[in-house]
Each structure stands twice: as structure tokens, then as C-alpha cells.
């Protein structure tokens, strides 16, 4: 079963004075505001947190429905913006791989992957042995996702008192979170190519193709800095 | 719940988990010291700020209803704060939205 001390020990990861908690609270108080404002009830806003968990396609489906989008244009649009989670997890479950753990806790946690898990279990794994990672990466995400969850309850009772300056305070926050993050992750040569090319190359395929943007800015982006990182070893 | 927007929520998370489980079938078997995983470490990186780029710049939602110059300037300004502030990530985030809140509403 699960390890209490090392699920614990992620679950309250999110309480350091750097988590992303505030950051991922502020944005689904903005995801909560925006479905009240689509015609979603309570019921739903948080069965969609619950189930997608994901802040970028949520915002997609919202758009989606309000243009009245087919079911198929929706799966599509939030496979195209959510694809990054696949890169997102091979890069992070090999870390956490240990003979010893049952595969169910692999398969179960995969739906905590999000920036904002990522990122915390990115920059902490090395301080857990491997054996236990995966038990600090289910209270890590399961922390995050209750912190979504509670967030955009709030968001759907508050959007009653949220005018659309707010909206957009809280909007930007995640991003501007994120980016600090990344621009924090930049210590070697593979991911600071990586980041910088990617903060290039997502605006600019945009013009070629919005829903291939963000996969190709990554691909192209990422493959580029992984021959300059390997170069620069050799 | 009416029917059309549980089914949307239904196919936004078989969208969103597809992706999530194939990539960790797929990592079965790759050893976190093989250059298959820095590759896919540089793609995860390299997509998170395409993402990133593309919320800030091309946003959807509320956002795009602000200008672009609030946005850079949010942006601007906020990276200013958080390599003055010793790479501190509160301060800026908290920052960010009072400013874009002003930018765009009240100043």
C-alpha cells in the first residue's frame, strides 16, 4: 500500500513558502467563475476539475462550447493542447520506477501529471529514495488536485463578486508562476536551450498552425537543445 | 446535469488522461540515465514554455480581453522582481495579478 510518512511528506510539499499552491488556487478560482458563467452548475464545474484536471484543456473546453463545438472538435482541441503531457511523464516516471511498487500506483497517479506537480516533483526527487518517490509523487498530486478541486468551488461561489479585472488578475497568475519556475529550472545547458527555444518557437508556429504550436514548438524546440546539450558534453 | 455538457466533460478527460497513460506505458523500460530520456526531459521542457509563450501571447479566455502591452509589461516587470527578489516565486505571481488587475481596469 501506500507509505504514509513519504505521502504526507508530498502532500505537504505544497505548504513551502515557493509551491505553486496559490498560483494553481488563483487560476481554478478563475476556471470556477468562467464555467459558472458558461451555464455550468456546481455539480459539473467540479466533476470537470475532478475528472480533467487540467488547466489548459478546461479553458479549451469552455471555448469550445461556447463556439458550440462538436464533441469530436472538442477531443481534438484538448488532445492537441494536453499532448504535452505525454513528453511530461516519460520524463518524470523513470524516476520514480522501483521494482518493488505495484503497478497500479503508477497507472493511478498518472492522472496527478500537471505543470504544477511536475515541476514541484522535478525539483524535489533527488531528496527521496526511489523506492518511496512514487509515494511522495501521490501525495504531491493528490494535494494539487484537492487544491483545484476546493478552488473552483470557490470560484463558482465568488464569480458573483469577481468583475472581469479581477478575472484577469487571476488569469495571469499561473502563467507568470510557471514561467519564473522555469526560468528557475535553467542550471543546464539541454534544459535552458530547451526553455528559451520553446518560449520562441511556440509563437511563432502559431502563425503556422495554432493547434500544432505548442507540440511543434516543443518538438523542434526540444530536439534542438537535446543534440546542443549532447555536444556540449562531448 | 444537462446531457451535452457531461459528455463534453467526459470527452475533455478521455482526451486529457489518453495522454497521461500512454506516456507512462511508454516510459516503461526507459532508464532515467538513457539519452531517449534527456531527449524526452528536453521535449517536456521545451513544450511547458511553448505553452507557457502561447497563454501569455495568444492567450484564450479573459485574458485576451487585455492588452498586449499589459501583458508584456506584466511579464517584463514580473521577472524583473523575481531576479531582484533572489529567485523568490511569491512575490512576483502575487504581483502579477494586482498589476494586470490595475493595467487593466482601474488605471
Same mark, same amino acid.
Given at each position: 500500500?501506500?507509505?504514509?510518512?513519504?505521502?504526507?511528506?508530498? #502532500?505537504?510539499?505544497?505548504?513551502?513558502?515557493?509551491?505553486?499552491?496559490?498560483?494553481?488556487?488563483? /487560476? #481554478?478560482?478563475?476556471?470556477?467563475?468562467?464555467?459558472?458563467?458558461?451555464?455550468?452548475?456546481?455539480?459539473?464545474?467540479?466533476? &470537470?476539475?475532478?475528472?480533467?484536471?487540467?488547466?489548459?484543456?478546461?479553458?479549451?473546453?469552455?471555448?469550445?462550447?461556447?463556439?458550440?463545438?462538436?464533441?469530436?472538435?472538442?477531443?481534438?482541441? *484538448?488532445?492537441?493542447?494536453?499532448?504535452?503531457?505525454?513528453?511530461?511523464? =516519460?520524463?518524470?516516471?523513470?524516476?520514480?520506477?522501483?521494482?518493488?511498487?505495484? !503497478?497500479?500506483?503508477?497507472?493511478?497517479? /498518472?492522472?496527478?501529471?500537471?505543470?504544477?506537480?511536475?515541476?514541484?516533483?522535478? &525539483?524535489? @526527487? !533527488?531528496? =527521496?529514495?526511489?523506492?518511496?518517490?512514487?509515494?511522495?509523487?501521490?501525495?504531491?498530486? /493528490?494535494?494539487?488536485?484537492?487544491?483545484? *478541486?476546493?478552488?473552483?468551488?470557490?470560484?463558482?461561489?465568488?464569480?458573483?463578486?469577481?468583475?472581469?479585472?479581477?478575472?484577469?488578475?487571476?488569469?495571469?497568475?499561473?502563467?507568470?508562476?510557471?514561467? /519564473?519556475?522555469?526560468?528557475?529550472?535553467?542550471?543546464?545547458?539541454?534544459?535552458?536551450?530547451? =526553455?528559451?527555444?520553446?518560449?520562441?518557437?511556440?509563437?511563432?508556429? @502559431?502563425?503556422?498552425?495554432?493547434?500544432?504550436?505548442?507540440?511543434?514548438?516543443?518538438?523542434?524546440?526540444?530536439?534542438?537543445?537535446?543534440?546542443?546539450?549532447?555536444?556540449?558534453?562531448? | 446535469?444537462?446531457?451535452?455538457?457531461?459528455?463534453?466533460?467526459?470527452?475533455?478527460?478521455?482526451?486529457?488522461?489518453?495522454?497521461?497513460?500512454?506516456? *507512462?506505458?511508454?516510459?516503461?523500460?526507459?532508464?532515467?540515465?538513457?539519452?531517449?530520456?534527456?531527449?524526452?526531459?528536453?521535449?517536456?521542457?521545451?513544450?511547458?514554455?511553448?505553452?507557457?509563450?502561447?497563454?501569455?501571447?495568444?492567450?484564450?479566455?479573459?485574458?485576451?480581453?487585455?492588452?498586449?502591452?499589459?501583458?508584456?509589461?506584466? *511579464?517584463?516587470?514580473?521577472?524583473? =522582481?523575481?531576479?531582484?527578489?533572489?529567485?523568490?516565486?511569491? @512575490?512576483?505571481?502575487?504581483?502579477?495579478?494586482?498589476?494586470?488587475?490595475?493595467?487593466?481596469?482601474?488605471?
Amino acid at each position: 500500500m501506500i507509505n504514509k510518512e513519504f505521502f504526507f511528506r508530498g #502532500f505537504k510539499s505544497i505548504l513551502a513558502p515557493d509551491s505553486p499552491a496559490l498560483a494553481l488556487g488563483c /487560476c #481554478f478560482i478563475a476556471i470556477g467563475a468562467l464555467l459558472k458563467n458558461l451555464g455550468f452548475n456546481i455539480q459539473e464545474s467540479i466533476f &470537470s476539475t475532478m475528472l480533467t484536471y487540467a488547466l489548459p484543456g478546461s479553458l479549451v473546453m469552455a471555448e469550445s462550447l461556447l463556439v458550440g463545438a462538436s464533441l469530436f472538435n472538442i477531443f481534438l482541441a *484538448v488532445w492537441f493542447v494536453n499532448a504535452r503531457l505525454y513528453p511530461m511523464a =516519460i520524463s518524470l516516471f523513470p524516476l520514480m520506477t522501483h521494482k518493488s511498487q505495484p !503497478k497500479w500506483k503508477y497507472y493511478f497517479s /498518472c492522472h496527478f501529471i500537471a505543470v504544477s506537480a511536475w515541476l514541484i516533483m522535478k &525539483s524535489n @526527487y !533527488k531528496n =527521496i529514495e526511489k523506492k518511496h518517490r512514487i509515494d511522495f509523487w501521490i501525495g504531491i498530486g /493528490c494535494a494539487t488536485w484537492t487544491t483545484a *478541486v476546493v478552488a473552483t468551488f470557490i470560484g463558482f461561489y465568488a464569480s458573483d463578486y469577481l468583475d472581469k479585472h479581477m478575472m484577469m488578475g487571476l488569469a495571469i497568475l499561473n502563467p507568470i508562476y510557471f514561467l /519564473c519556475m522555469m526560468v528557475g529550472a535553467m542550471k543546464t545547458i539541454q534544459i535552458s536551450v530547451s =526553455i528559451i527555444l520553446g518560449l520562441l518557437l511556440g509563437p511563432i508556429f @502559431y502563425f503556422l498552425s495554432p493547434e500544432w504550436s505548442i507540440l511543434l514548438g516543443g518538438l523542434v524546440g526540444g530536439t534542438i537543445a537535446y543534440f546542443v546539450g549532447e555536444l556540449n558534453v562531448n | 446535469m444537462s446531457t451535452s455538457i457531461v459528455l463534453a466533460i467526459l470527452v475533455t478527460s478521455l482526451a486529457t488522461f489518453s495522454s497521461r497513460i500512454l506516456g *507512462v506505458v511508454s516510459s516503461e523500460g526507459i532508464k532515467e540515465t538513457s539519452k531517449l530520456f534527456r531527449w524526452f526531459n528536453c521535449l517536456a521542457y521545451s513544450t511547458l514554455a511553448a505553452l507557457i509563450a502561447r497563454t501569455i501571447i495568444f492567450p484564450v479566455g479573459v485574458l485576451s480581453d487585455a492588452s498586449y502591452l499589459s501583458r508584456l509589461t506584466v *511579464v517584463l516587470f514580473c521577472l524583473f =522582481i523575481f531576479f531582484i527578489s533572489k529567485r523568490n516565486f511569491v @512575490y512576483p505571481t502575487v504581483i502579477s495579478a494586482i498589476m494586470m488587475a490595475l493595467l487593466n481596469g482601474y488605471l
